[in-house]
């Protein structure tokens, strides 16, 4: 196994990566949920689309949106946090568009907020986009 372990090592470290060029700078604005345990499929199905609906948004690059999940053998550290979502801008001030735009200020009233059992938590980082490769 430990033969197995090292040749995967090698041929990770032999990927190579590249640094965006600095406009390829952007944001990352990470949302948990903590969801109700009744949530309906409707319900759920509602939250999904009406996220995805927000890459609309100017500013938008990219979303993604999903239960967490825990394997058996993995600690569960979500703190309750069942559903996640993270989407992807080109800029702070683009941020703060969608932070501020009617669509964003409409999903989070009419799909996200009637299906939460608890306290969103939000995160936002400026990064670098890194590409991987061989």
Known sequence: QL???LSTVASFTKWKWKMAEPSE???DHVILLKIRDDATPEELQ???EGTYSLKAIPGVVAITIGPSFVEDWMDDR???YNYCVRVR???KEALRIYNDHDLHVKVKKE????VLNG???AVDWESPLVLGGN
Do not use: A, N
């Open 111 to 114: 799909c996200i907020l009637p």
């Open 25 to 27: 700078r952007g944001v």
């Open 78 to 80: 979500r703190q309750g």
């Open 3 to 5: 033969v197995g372990h």
């Open 46 to 48: 509602r939250l999904e």
């Open 119 to 121: 306290p969103i938590l």
């Open 89 to 91: 801008l080109c800029s």
